[in-house]
Nanobody
Framework: QVQLVESGGELVQAGASLRLSCVAS????????MAWFRQAPGKEREFVAA????????FYDDSVKGRVTISRDNTKNTVYLQMNSLKPEDTALYSC????????????????????WGRGTQVTVSS
């Protein structure tokens, strides 16, 4: 059974930093492309960042580029999302996702490309 379990979300003030973690079980993430998505109340889920299994290819949404870094530690079967200079508009439920099919810059942002999902961790940024 595949499980993705996120952690690290909390209430912080604008300008703060957070590191989210996503621990996978039931799969080896070295065989998977991984991503983070977020969903704010009343809004659709949106792409944040993706990291290909090579570890060197990454994709970011323009809204977070320069403030967010996705990384992975295959030995710990864990993916991270380092977020800096947080803004109130970053407030959302952050979920990680995995796909065994290689993604590219044309589909890394598409949620339906990912077959495994975690339940999410809540990030709230106060102004």
């Amino acid at each position: 059974q595949v499980q993705l379990v996120e952690s690290g979300g909390e209430l912080v003030q604008a300008g703060a930093s957070l590191r989210l973690s996503c621990v996978a079980s039931g799969i080896k993430i070295s065989w998977y492309d991984m991503a983070w998505f977020r969903q704010a109340p009343g809004k659709e889920r949106e792409f944040v960042a993706a990291n290909r299994r090579t570890g060197t290819d990454t994709f970011y949404d323009d809204s977070v580029k320069g403030r967010v870094t996705i990384s992975r530690d295959n030995t710990k079967n864990t993916v991270y999302l380092q977020m800096n200079s947080l803004k109130p508009e970053d407030t959302a439920l952050y979920s990680c996702a995995a796909t065994v099919n290689p993604v590219s810059d044309s589909n890394a942002t598409v949620a339906r490309e990912y077959e495994h999902w975690g339940r999410g961790t809540q990030v709230t940024v106060s102004s």
